[in-house]
C-alpha cells in the first residue's frame, strides 16, 4: 500500500467511510462445509466422520437459530463483528499483551541511509521524529489518499488509531482511549512523551501553530539525554503495562490512588501522539523491539517508536487498536522520505525559543515498587525467542515470472518446512484483509489444504518427478488463491462461527458441541493456530509477532523483489 500524498488532494483520506458496504454474514452451509474441508488434514478417517455429524446436528440444530440471530444482529450494525471483534480478541484478554499480543519490529531505513552507527542516536531521532509528525500532520489535514485494492475503495478508521490513542487496564476489560482528531473535527493533542532509563518526560510537538524542526526536536532530546545521563535510573512505572492485565488494572487503580497526580501523568502518556523510547541497547533490532526494556515502552500504546544507541530503530505497538498494515504504511512513507533525502535535514538550523522537556515523575511507594519489580521479572520470564532470516537467493520477480503469487508461494514454503521439521502437518493462520468493508479488519485464511497436505507429502518422495512435484503444487497454490479471495471478500468460515459462539456465549445457552469436539481447537479453532503467520507486504518494512500458543510459531514476513525477509 503506497502512501499517495496530495497538496490539493482530490480525494479525502476519510472522505468514503460512510459509503463502505457493511460486512455481510456468509450463509451457514458454506461456512460448515468450508470448516469440515479446513479440519481434514487434521483427522484420521474416523475423526473426521465423527466430526462431521457433529457438524450436521449443528447445522440442523442450534446453528440454525443462532445464525438467524446473527443475521438479526448484523440487520442493525453495519459491522456486526466489530464490537465482538475487539473484546474477545483483545479487550477480555487477560494475560500480559506486551509480549503476547504487542507486535513489533524495525523501522526500514537501515537497508539504505542509516546503517548501524555510534554517536548518532539523537540526531537521527530528531529527523525521524519530523518524518513521522509530517505523517500525522497529513492524517489530521486528511492529506492521505484513500487505499484502495484496484478500484475498491478501502477502510481507513484503523489509520485513526495510530496517534493520540492508548489502552487503559480494567480488571475484567480492558477499553481504548482515542484523542486523534482531524483538523475539521476540532483541537487533537500534540505533544510527545520520550522515555528515558525508566523516566517519563513530555514536550509540545507544536510551536506556532508549526511542527518542531529536527534541530528543535534534537534540542528537546538532548535535554531529556542529559537529564538521566550519569543519574539513578527512574522507578520504571511503565513495566507494569507489561503485567497481567487484571494485575496492572489494580496497579494503576492504587496508583491513582495514592496521588491524584498521579492520574494526570496518566492521561498525559495516553494522549500522546506518541512514545519515544531511548534505549541504550545496540540491538538485533527486531527481538528488541519486541522483548527489550520494559521499562521504556508503554505497552498499551498504540506506537512506540524504539530509538536504539547505534542509530537503528524499532517500534512496539498495541495491536488491539489497528491491525500491522497501518504501521507498515507509515514506516515505509517515512523511509521513502529519508530515502529521498539521504537521511539528512535540509531546511533550517534555527531553533526557537520554546519550553523544555517536562518530567512527569510519578508518586511511588512501597507496594508500587513491589508491583514494578513483580512485573519485570515475569517480563523477563517469559519464554519467547526471537530470529529474523534472510533469504537472499531470490524474491518476488522470479516468483512472478513463474505466474505465481508470492504470497502464496511463501505459504506454501512455510507449510513445508514445518512437515519436514515435525513430520506432520501445523495449523496455520494466515490474515486476510477485509477493508473493503466498513470498519473491516481481518479474516482467518487457513493455509494448511489437503491440497497443501498432498504437495508436501509429495515433495518428500523420492521417487516423486518434477511433473508430479509441480501438479500438486499448482492444486495447492489454487486452492490457496480461492480461499485467500473468499476471505477477503467476506466469505471466510472462522469469524462468522465466532460470532455463532458468542450469541451462545452472550444467551447462556450450553456451548454447542462444534466448538467443543476436539478437531476444533487441533485444527486450529478458538485461537490455537500452530503457525500465526501474516505478509506484511512488499516493502522495506518487517516485524516480529509472538505465537498464539507456547509450542507454535509467530511469522512477520516481508517479501522483496530478491529476497524475503521471516
Request: with cysteine; proline share 5%.
Amino acid at each position: 500500500m503506497t502512501n499517495q500524498v496530495s497538496e490539493f488532494p482530490t480525494e479525502r483520506t476519510f472522505q468514503y467511510q460512510h459509503s463502505l458496504p457493511p460486512l455481510p454474514v456468509p450463509s451457514l452451509e458454506g461456512s460448515l462445509a468450508k470448516y469440515l474441508d479446513a479440519v481434514r488434514p487434521f483427522a484420521t478417517e474416523e475423526e473426521y466422520q465423527v466430526t462431521a455429524a457433529v457438524v450436521k446436528r449443528f447445522g440442523e440444530g442450534i446453528g440454525k437459530d443462532l445464525h438467524q440471530k446473527l443475521l438479526q444482529r448484523a440487520r442493525t450494525r453495519r459491522n456486526w463483528l466489530e464490537e465482538w471483534w475487539l473484546d474477545a480478541a483483545y479487550l477480555e484478554m487477560r494475560y500480559p499483551s506486551q509480549l503476547n499480543v504487542n507486535f513489533g519490529g524495525p523501522a526500514p531505513y537501515l537497508e539504505h541511509c542509516w546503517p548501524s552507527t555510534e554517536g548518532v542516536q539523537l540526531q537521527r531521532t530528531s529527523i525521524s521524529m519530523w518524518h513521522t509528525l509530517q505523517y500525522w500532520d497529513l492524517l489530521r489535514t486528511e492529506r492521505l489518499d484513500p487505499h484502495k485494492a484496484g478500484n475498491v475503495v478501502l477502510d481507513m478508521d484503523q489509520f485513526r488509531m495510530l496517534f493520540c490513542t492508548c489502552k487503559v487496564p480494567g480488571v475484567t476489560k480492558d477499553t481504548i482511549i482515542n484523542y486523534f482528531k482531524t483538523e475539521s473535527e476540532g483541537p487533537c493533542p500534540s505533544h510527545v512523551v520520550v522515555m528515558c532509563k525508566g523516566r517519563f518526560f513530555s514536550f509540545d510537538a507544536v510551536c506556532d501553530g508549526h511542527i518542531l524542526t529536527p534541530p528543535e526536536l534534537l534540542r528537546q532530546l538532548t535535554h531529556v539525554k542529559q537529564c538521566c545521563e550519569g543519574e539513578p535510573a527512574g522507578d520504571g512505572v511503565a513495566a507494569l503495562t507489561s503485567e497481567e492485565r487484571t494485575r496492572w488494572a489494580k496497579a494503576r487503580e492504587y496508583l491513582i490512588g495514592i496521588d491524584p497526580a498521579n492520574k494526570t501523568i496518566l492521561e498525559t502518556i495516553q494522549s500522546s501522539l506518541f512514545v519515544v523510547s531511548l534505549d541504550d541497547a545496540k540491538p538485533y533490532v527486531t527481538r528488541e523491539a519486541l522483548t527489550g526494556d520494559s521499562t521504556i515502552r508503554w505497552g498499551d500504546k498504540s506506537y512506540n517508536s524504539i530509538s536504539f544507541a547505534d542509530g537503528t530503530f524499532g517500534s512496539n505497538c498495541d495491536h488491539a487498536p489497528y491491525d500491522a498494515m497501518v504501521l507498515v504504511t507509515q514506516g515505509y512513507y517515512v523511509d521513502q522520505q529519508l530515502k529521498a533525502t539521504d537521511g539528512k535535514w535540509k531546511g533550517s538550523e534555527t531553533v526557537r525559543p520554546m519550553p523544555l522537556p517536562e518530567e512527569l515523575v510519578f508518586t511511588v511507594d512501597d507496594r508500587v515498587r513491589s508491583d514494578v519489580a513483580h512485573a519485570k521479572q515475569q517480563y523477563l520470564e517469559t519464554d519467547l525467542q526471537v530470529v529474523c532470516y534472510a533469504f537472499t537467493s531470490f524474491g518476488k520477480a522470479a516468483i512472478k515470472q513463474r505466474k505465481l503469487h508470492p504470497d502464496t508461494f511463501i505459504q506454501l514454503a512455510l507449510q513445508l518446512a514445518y512437515y519436514r521439521q515435525h513430520g506432520r502437518l501445523g495449523s496455520c493462520y494466515e490474515t486476510a484483509m477485509t477493508r473493503r468493508f466498513y470498519h473491516g479488519r481481518t479474516e482467518t485464511m487457513r493455509p494448511c489444504t489437503l491440497e497443501a497436505q498432498n504437495w508436501c507429502h509429495t515433495m518428500l518422495l523420492p521417487a516423486a518427478s518434477v511433473s508430479v512435484r509441480r501438479k500438486a503444487l499448482l492444486l495447492a497454490f489454487n486452492k490457496h488463491n480461492k480461499l485467500m479471495a473468499e476471505a477477503q471478500n467476506g466469505k471466510g468460515f472462522d469469524r462468522h462461527l465466532l460470532g455463532l459462539y458468542l450469541i451462545a456465549k452472550e444467551e447462556g445457552l450450553p456451548m454447542p458441541d462444534l466448538f467443543t469436539d476436539p478437531l476444533y481447537s487441533k485444527s486450529g479453532g478458538g485461537g490455537n493456530f500452530t503457525l500465526s503467520t501474516s505478509l506484511v507486504g512488499y516493502t522495506t518494512v518487517l516485524g516480529a509477532v509472538a505465537p498464539m500458543v507456547h509450542h507454535g510459531y509467530g511469522f512477520f514476513y516481508r517479501i522483496g523483489d530478491d529476497s524475503s525477509n521471516l
